[in-house]
């Protein structure tokens, strides 16, 4: 036996209600509880039922579990013995819970449980569309109310160019954490515009929960008169608006199941529906994870008014970087994997930083056959100079960057474009491959477009989303204590893709190598929201002689690197994080010690070897107070550093034992 808990309003139901309808579909035997939910426990032993049980409207009567098969479902039997027994064993209980907006097949597959939760997805109920569409047909007393017979006619005189708008308040403005900041003033101008775009003169009709935070909404909308407000009904007769909804051509949802429902029982067979871009927010950055209740027709739009979706004319441009110094061998290939780039709106500035080989010569030649490729020579004053060129050059609302000696897969910049509009972030950083290998097999055959949905819905929808500083914390606390972590933030600037506006103020240390580490660092501190896509359509190429990024040399190490890591330290207690400074300054000495390792064996660098345990021992009483302080860090690395500390002639003696016993 199946178990659905029902809750929440008219929209929730209708989802659980279509999940019961698949699953008779499908064989299972299937009840309601029903009361859980909706009724408490009065001061009098009394029950109150706090909310109706919404279905009624389209004369649906749920089937109700018996008491004894929901005790039993639930182990709640409030016997002595059963008391005594969960006292002893714990709660036997067949509740299983959903995942807010993700589905899982399982609730389809099993043959008993007690469902709690949304189940707000299609995909719950695909195959058994036609039933859902019968179960919510509206009977035909809607037409007896007299307020909805006037909007009816209002909307069919309207014809093609109906748009029905939901506007969110109440319950929505005491959870904004959770819903809030997505349907902005932004989102619902761009929705609007888009629409009378794609369907001319449009009447629009506003539905709400608050009638007069609706009616400042209108006043404050160019052209006011385009939109008609529905009032008249209140929320135990919410199903009369969702008809209503029903009867326009296109939609506009806000982030509400009732939304969803609206635009999903339309009957136009060529209807627009809009959506944004992300239904809730999480505390763990799930928030695009959370997609499974869009259907494949939706137009997404994010916070800011940006259209998410894979229609290339409407993305911001994006500005790719390329710099290059004698990389004649190589140079054509970076280029020309830029070329191939799934967008449409594209500038590619190529850097030829005093190259005495052929590189120069080739950009140009790779310029004068495509108008999007901009060339600039310069005298070799280094990669930073170089980026800084291509910031002070670049035209597009996004830039990103490639090292000469690397390619990039067609979809990279799209895919990181895409998740930093659907997550509003200023920020979009992915991870990396260190040789080629093969697209996913699921997409290698496929032609061009199909491919690109199949990535997209790949990487996208299991993205994280940073807020605040948290991506700034994950940067620092990731490397390079973890370096195992699944979701690692690296230094490198070709990793990511920076909105403009981030861009205005910072800049890259001329004449200084590993310039990526405070360059990141300053750019998460400004970012405010940052997106993680875990895609690896990046290939950094190792073993390249004339890339720097290959160059493992003691006096990039020690004059350019550690004094970055130190600025880091510096830059994050400035902004007033000193948590976050003493993990820092940790992860620092973690690094001199391994950097410590990679040297010292090799002639070339043991003179760099030295000074960094000269370094290390002058500073080791501040280096010991802050790995003590450090109750949170693995116990084997505070070992390793406080034995370092005391000898590092020890420490290679403890090293070499632990590698032979972890071996044998």
Known sequence: ?????????????????????????????VTFDDETEYRTVTEDGTFRERRPRMLQAFGIEVPRVRREDLVRMTDSDPSLKCRIRRKLTGRHSAEIHDEDLIFDP???????????????????????????RRAFAFPQ????????????????????????????????????????????DAYYDRAVEYVRSRCGSVRFYVFSNDAALAGEWIRRRQRPDDFTLITGHDEDHGYLDLYLMTLCTAHILANSSFSFWGAWLSQGSDQLCVAPSMWVHTQDGTELTRCDIYTDDMVRISPSGDIVNRETGQLPAVTVGITACNLEFCIRDAVRSVQRQSLQHLEIIAVDDGST????QILDELAASDPRIRVLHLDGKGVSAARNA??????????????????????????????????????????????????????????????????????LDRSTVFHGGEALERYVRTAPADSSAPLRIYNSVWSKLFRSDVLKSIRFDNGRLSEDIMFTTRALAL??????????????????????????????????????????IA??????NPELADLAAYNLTLRLIGYEEE?????????????????????????RGIVRARKDAKKSERIRILTFLWSPGCYRCLMKWYLRARNA
């Open 1 to 29: 036996m199946i178990i659905i808990r029902m809750s929440g309003g008219l929209g929730n139901q209708m989802f659980q209600y279509a999940l019961y309808l698949k699953l008779k579909q499908l064989g299972r035997d």
């Open 106 to 132: 399982a609730f389809l597959e099993r043959t008993e449980g007690y469902y709690c939760g949304c189940f707000q997805s299609p995909r719950y109920f695909a195959g058994a569309e036609e039933a859902v």
């Open 141 to 184: 007393d809607v037409h007896d109310d007299p307020v909805t017979e006037e909007f009816a006619s209002r909307i069919a005189q309207s014809g093609r160019g109906s748009c029905s708008i939901h506007l969110r308040f109440g319950d929505y403005l005491q959870k904004s954490g959770i819903y809030g900041g997505i349907c902005t």
């Open 357 to 360: 080989d052929r590189t120069g």
């Open 390 to 459: 291509v910031l002070e050059q670049a035209r597009g609302e996004y830039t990103g960057f490639l090292d000469g000696d690397d390619v990039v897969d067609p979809e990279y910049y799209e895919l990181l474009l895409r998740g930093a509009l659907a997550a509003d972030a200023a920020v979009s950083m992915s991870a990396y491959r260190e040789e080629e290998h093969p697209v996913p097999a699921e997409a290698a055959d496929l032609p061009e477009d199909e491919r690109v949905r199949v990535l997209f819905s790949e990487y």
């Open 527 to 568: 970012a405010g929201t940052s997106v993680y896509v875990p895609a690896r359509l990046y290939a950094y190429r190792m073993g390249r002689g004339g890339s720097i990024m290959n160059s493992r040399v003691g006096e990039r190490r020690v004059r350019d690197e550690i004094p970055f890591w130190e600025e880091q």
């Open 571 to 576: 830059f994050i207690r400035e902004q007033g």
């Open 599 to 623: 040297m010292r064996g090799v002639p070339e660098t043991a003179p760099y070897a030295e000074e960094i345990r000269n370094t290390l021992q002058k500073h080791r009483k501040a280096i």
